[in-house]
């Protein structure tokens, strides 16, 4: 069974510096991991997507993510915070048996101080 | 249309009455799905469909819930006698042919709120 576990519900960081969302996902087979992105009265965006190649993938507004396959862990980093990277993000997971079954965490808000 | 539409946006409804949700997804995909997203939790998977083939359902909470969707395109989840806990943030997300790791296009959602 497929499942995935956001670590924390809220991160605070201050304008310019790093970021770092955690997920830890729960697969049987090949994994397919995603991060989304949810800002306010807007619908998910994709932010970026692991499905079998490189493990550390590159995202849109500077984000990325790498897959560790001996952690089972798929962490969001952006080297240095934006005001307009305040918004919730979701990792999700899906796999190679079940590949139109996404599994998504229960989220993380990130709020950037000034 | 340019991305996925869901109306109404907000629907304000009394315990034991029928609401119907519609979403109309990007011309031309092919999968469609419904989450639901409760207060402080993450997407729960309700219904899937892919061009012709049967829907997985398999996400769908009780009888009460169900879905269609008519010529391919346009989706309708309806939910009868509505119960309290049914109120949620209904969305509706579309992909272009349902293959692995493709993106999810996503409708803004409609608030549902049962009283």
């Known amino acids: 069974a497929q499942s995935v576990t956001q670590l924390d519900s809220h991160v605070s960081v201050s304008e310019g510096t790093p970021v770092l969302l955690r997920c830890n996902y729960s697969?049987?087979?090949?994994?397919?991991l995603f991060w989304y992105v949810q800002h306010p009265n807007k619908g998910l965006q994709l932010l970026l997507k692991?499905?079998?190649?490189?493990?550390l993938v590159k995202g849109i507004n500077g984000f990325e993510a790498e897959f560790k396959k001996s952690e089972t862990s798929f962490h969001l980093t952006k080297p240095s915070a934006h005001m307009s990277d305040a918004a919730e993000y979701f990792c999700?997971?899906?796999?190679?048996?079940?590949?139109?079954?996404?599994?998504f965490g229960s989220g993380t808000k990130l709020n950037v101080k000034p | 249309g340019a991305g996925v539409s869901q109306s109404p946006s907000n629907k304000v409804t009394e315990k034991g009455k029928d609401v119907e949700l519609r979403c109309d997804p990007i011309?031309?995909?092919?999968?469609l799905y419904w989450y639901r997203q409760s207060l402080g939790q993450g997407l729960e998977f309700l219904i899937y469909?892919?061009?012709?083939?049967?829907?997985?359902k398999s996400g769908l909470p009780s009888d009460r819930f169900s879905a269609e969707r008519t010529g391919g395109s346009v989706s309708t989840l309806t939910i009868q006698r509505t119960q309290q806990e049914d109120s949620a943030v209904y969305l509706c997300a579309s992909s272009s042919s349902g293959t692995r790791g493709e993106k999810l296009f996503f409708g803004s959602g409609t608030q549902l709120s049962v009283l």
């Open positions: 697969s049987s087979y090949s994994p397919s």
């Open positions: 011309s031309g995909h092919t999968a």
């Open positions: 692991y499905t079998s190649a490189a493990t």
């Open positions: 999700v997971v899906s796999d190679q048996r079940n590949f139109n079954k996404f599994y």
């Open positions: 469909f892919q061009g012709n083939s049967a829907p997985d």
